[in-house]
């Protein structure tokens, strides 16, 4: 499975579109945010498909993890989010 990458310029409720796409094609996802402006991003982008998702009867849990990821050689942490329906 692909793993959504959020950045600080991203829009979150293109996100929250495409999470919600993955979340009906895999009832899973997983988003990764490295610095604290993506985090902002993907944190909105999760309450938006919360909201798109309800009316369905869906309510989602996220769940926040630290991961190593390798950007243009350097080690930096990211905050990587599993998502799933309750």
């Known amino acids: 499975m ?6 600080a310029n991203s829009q979150p409720k ?5 999470l919600a796409a993955v979340l009906r094609d895999n009832n899973y996802a997983e988003i ?7 985090v902002n991003q993907a ?12 009316p369905n009867g869906i309510d989602l849990v996220a769940v926040p993890a630290f991961a190593e ?3 243009d050689g350097e080690e930096r942490t990211a905050i990587k989010f599993y998502i799933q329906p309750r």
């Not at 944190?43 to 309800?54: D, N, P």
């Open 14 to 18: 293109s996100v929250a579109g495409a």
């Open 43 to 54: 944190v909105k982008a999760i309450a938006i498909t919360r909201g798109f998702v309800a």
């Open 2 to 7: 692909e793993v959504l990458k959020v950045s």
């Open 32 to 38: 990764q945010a490295v610095g604290a402006g993506a």
């Open 69 to 71: 990821v390798n950007i």
